[in-house]
């Protein structure tokens, strides 16, 4: 079975030029998660989908981050200028169950570099 | 809301001794307690993980304990291997489970030949 998947794996901008990321989820995960991960430290949640709801969105820096999950599978998260401070590695992570503490499965990463 | 510390930030053994990770959590609240390892250029993975309602786990070389008076849990890696250099994840939530996981800031790990 397929784990999650992420694109592109690098991506290098210029600051302000848009910039997104895709993630495809493992079949049959509803729940699914975007985290921010700077150099050195652990996972940050910037946004929690439960289908195509977004149930938490409050670490998202709205101003300029904007998130879909438009059919409750695959999903975009967008950054509209880039900053030099977004340079981090974007973490999507699936899982089967809301409600229910369990395990997080996590894609490999999207490092964004903002020159 | 919950705060996770991590200590050590780095932690080199000899391949076959021991290894110990320690977390301390502020949410008297959380109840599930999850140990993650991330390889270079992957993500993070599950290695093992306890609820409030026990004080102890484990699973073959890995252990996880709680301490829930003091608000602390532990990893214990017996008989190093070099597969097992990367980097630890603690986290803790609370009662909306893993939707509201907190990471700890992490260690490195590195197991010496």
């Known amino acids: 079975e397929a784990g999650v998947v992420q694109s592109p794996r690098y991506k290098i901008i210029e600051k302000k030029q848009p910039v997104a990321f895709w993630c495809n989820p493992i079949s049959g995960h509803n729940t699914l998660y975007w985290y921010l991960q700077n150099l050195g430290q652990g996972p940050e949640l910037l946004i929690r989908?439960?289908?195509?709801?977004?149930?938490?969105d409050s670490q998202l820096p709205k101003d300029r981050f904007s998130a879909e999950r438009l059919k409750g599978v695959d999903s975009t998260l967008k950054i509209q200028p880039a900053e030099l401070g977004d340079s981090a590695v974007y973490l999507c992570?699936?899982?089967?169950?809301?409600?229910?503490?369990?395990?997080?499965?996590f894609g490999e990463g999207s490092r964004l570099t903002v020159l | 809301g919950e705060n996770v510390e991590q200590h050590p930030s780095t932690l080199s053994v000899q391949e076959g001794d021991s290894a110990v990770i320690k977390c301390t959590y502020s949410?008297?609240?959380?109840?599930?307690f999850p140990w993650y390892k991330q390889e270079l250029g992957k993500g993070p993975q599950l290695i093992i993980d306890?609820?409030?309602?026990?004080g102890e786990k484990k699973d073959q070389r890995i252990a996880v304990t709680l301490n829930k008076t003091a608000k602390h849990f532990s990893l214990h890696i017996t008989e190093t291997q070099p597969e097992d250099s990367a980097v630890y994840f603690c986290?803790?939530?609370?009662?909306?489970?893993?939707?509201?996981?907190?990471f700890g800031q992490g260690t490195r790990l590195t197991i010496n030949p």
């Open positions: 989908y439960e289908n195509e709801e977004a149930v938490d």
């Open positions: 986290a803790a939530s609370g009662v909306q489970g893993a939707q509201k996981l907190v």
């Open positions: 949410d008297s609240a959380s109840n599930y």
């Open positions: 306890i609820r409030s309602n026990v």
């Open positions: 992570a699936s899982s089967l169950a809301a409600g229910a503490a369990g395990e997080l499965f």
